[in-house]
Nanobody
Framework: QVQLVESGGGLVQAGGSLRLSCAASGRTFSAYAKGWFRQAPGKDRESVATISRSGSTYYADSVKGRFTISRDNAKSTVYLQMNSLKPEDTAVYYC???????????????WGQGTQVTVSS
């Protein structure tokens, strides 16, 4: 089993930046589909940025050009660099991973605990 531990969330002003980290333990993480989802109050969880097993990256239209997903296989860690943050980015951000699919989806097997990102105006 894989445990995902997130860090890096917090409070930031609009236009600022944060970097989220998700460290995996228990299994080799390098070949997993993995990425980030977020959920705002009263809204469904949505995909933000994912990286497939083959290394392709996918971004929600709302974050393209502002967010970057990356991975460090040696550290079994995936990152989300968030720049030019907007109040509408405020949400709980979740790391997720799945060894069984090429491209990550909401049905991912493994999930982190979530970390709060709040962007003030």
């Amino acid at each position: 089993q894989v445990q995902l531990v997130e860090s890096g969330g917090g409070l930031v002003q609009a236009g600022g930046s944060l970097r989220l980290s998700c460290a995996a333990s228990g299994r080799t993480f390098s070949a997993y589909a993995k990425g980030w989802f977020r959920q705002a109050p009263g809204k469904d969880r949505e995909s933000v940025a994912t990286i497939s097993r083959s290394g392709s990256t996918y971004y929600a239209d709302s974050v393209k050009g502002r967010f970057t997903i990356s991975r460090d296989n040696a550290k079994s860690t995936v990152y989300l660099q968030m720049n030019s943050l907007k109040p509408e980015d405020t949400a709980v951000y979740y790391c997720a991973a799945d060894p069984h699919v090429e491209r990550l989806a909401i049905s991912a097997v493994y999930w982190g605990q979530g970390t709060q990102v709040t962007v003030s105006s």
